[in-house]
């Protein structure tokens, strides 16, 4: 296993840790383990169809407006009679 440390934490949120690991009986160093395994668990959030997905990744670069052509009547079906 890794060794992490991590240096100027605010004296607020180190207190804050203190008091929920004291919370959930164990050690400052234990909650914030387990603080860290639950947020880096979390997969994000995935688009629910593929129109979303591709939405989702070029809304961001903006839009063009496109011309559309009028629309012609129906052509009558094809014969094929030889």
């Known amino acids: 296993m ?3 440390t991590i240096r100027n934490i605010d004296d607020q949120l180190k207190a804050r ?3 929920q690991a004291a919370q959930h009986n164990r050690s400052m160093e234990d909650e914030a ?3 860290l395994r639950a947020a880096l668990f979390l997969e994000p959030a995935r688009p ?3 129109a979303a997905a591709i939405r ?3 809304e961001p670069l903006g839009g063009i407006d496109l011309e559309l052509p009028e629309r012609e ?3 009558p079906p094809a014969v094929f009679d030889v």
């Open 48 to 50: 629910t169809s593929l």
């Open 73 to 75: 009547p129906i052509r």
């Open 56 to 58: 989702a990744r070029l």
């Open 2 to 4: 890794a060794t992490m």
């Open 17 to 19: 840790l203190r008091v």
């Open 33 to 35: 383990r387990d603080i």
